[in-house]
């Protein structure tokens, strides 16, 4: 079974950039869809980006499209969330899982997350 680390989060200025990372552990990720979700408190969970197992699609929440890259490593069993132009609405916890990558559902249970904050 998958186990998710997420890091990377932290505090950005409006406008600036942060690169998050998902490692798993369990089993390996290239059989799997993988995609980042965030959550804030009081709100329901959105589907950000969700990448395909071979990292040939990508899919993403209108909300972040153009600002936001998701990408893979296979090798390194690691996903990334490249995340600029970042705006306060996008302050949340961050978390991966396993997701459908043409409708950015979430497909499994999820880590710890990591805490994104951008204010100035």
């Known amino acids: 079974q998958l186990q998710f680390v997420e890091s990377g989060g932290g505090l950005a200025q409006p406008g600036g950039s942060l690169r998050l990372f998902c490692a798993a552990s369990?089993?390996?990720?290239?059989?799997?869809?993988i995609g980042w979700f965030r959550q804030v408190p009081g709100k329901e969970r959105e589907g950000v980006a969700c990448i395909s197992s071979s990292g040939s699609s990508t899919n993403y929440a209108n909300s972040v499209k153009g600002r936001f890259t998701i990408s893979r490593d296979n090798a390194d069993n690691t996903v990334y969330l490249q995340m600029t132009s970042l705006k306060p609405e996008d302050t949340a916890v961050y978390f991966c899982?396993?997701?459908?990558?043409?409708?950015?559902?979430?497909?499994?249970?999820w880590g710890q997350g990591t805490q994104v904050t951008v204010s100035s």
């Open positions: 899982a396993v997701c459908q990558v043409t409708t950015l559902r979430l497909r499994s249970s």
């Open positions: 369990g089993n390996t990720l290239k059989y799997f869809d």
